[in-house]
């Protein structure tokens, strides 16, 4: 079974760095696709960032382009997203998540992820 397990959030004021980390455990895990997702109040699920396993190829939304780095670090199945610059609007839970490849052409955002963490706080005040 998959266990994914976040860790880093908290509160930090505007301008301020947070680092989230996620221990992945993975069968298979160099054909999946990693990815951080926020939900602030009252809005939807969106994905901020994701990293495909096998080569690093990274993806981030327009909105934390810049700003926000996704890694992993193989030899500790461990997935980050470091947050600089943070803004109020950054405020959410945050999710690590994991989706299965299953073609040869596939686009980071749209991917099925079916595996999914508790989620971790991240509050920014101005």
């Known amino acids: 079974q998959a266990q994914l397990v976040e860790s880093g959030g908290g509160s930090v004021q505007a301008g301020g760095s947070l680092r989230l980390s996620c221990a992945v455990s993975?069968?298979?895990?160099?054909?999946?696709?990693m990815g951080w997702f926020r939900q602030a109040p009252g809005k939807e699920r969106e994905l901020v960032a994701g990293?495909?396993?096998?080569?690093?190829?990274?993806d981030y939304a327009d909105s934390v382009k810049g700003r926000f780095a996704i890694s992993r670090d193989n030899a500790k199945n461990t997935v980050y997203l470091q947050m600089n610059d943070l803004k109020p609007e950054d405020t959410a839970v945050y999710y690590c998540?994991?989706?299965?490849?299953?073609?040869?052409?596939?686009?980071?955002?749209?991917?099925?992820?079916?595996?999914w963490g508790q989620g971790t706080q991240v509050t920014v005040s101005s």
């Open positions: 990293i495909r396993w096998a080569n690093a190829a990274t």
């Open positions: 993975l069968r298979f895990i160099d054909s999946h696709v």
């Open positions: 998540a994991a989706a299965p490849i299953r073609s040869v052409f596939f686009n980071i955002r749209t991917l099925k992820y079916e595996y």
